[in-house]
């Protein structure tokens, strides 16, 4: 399995704790704890980034609710997903990394 594993890391399809070789993502979702926790489909789960906590949502093709904080003040917030619609209009999504880059560190990206 390990095998298929490393196979599917080096395609980008999920990444692999190069301490261990377990799952750390499996793109959508983050096997360990994050900063973005979404309640989707009646279970919690955890996405790797922001961009990823909205792609749940859609992936599995439920409403759901994204809480994390502000990364600049840390404020707690919380976005009501319903209908593929959000319910926030002042939402900012920055990447501190350009996408050409993302896999270089996908863990920090």
Known sequence: MLKGWRQ??????????PATDEILMANLFS?????YRVHADGRWWYANCAWDAFGICSALD???RIESSCPDCGEPYAVEVTGR?????DLLFHCLVPAAHWW???VFT
């Open 8 to 17: 599917l890391h080096e395609a980008h399809a999920l990444v692999l704790n």
């Open 31 to 35: 096997a360990v704890p994050t900063a």
């Open 62 to 64: 439920v409403d759901g």
């Open 85 to 89: 619609r959000i319910d926030l209009s």
């Open 104 to 106: 270089d560190d996908i």
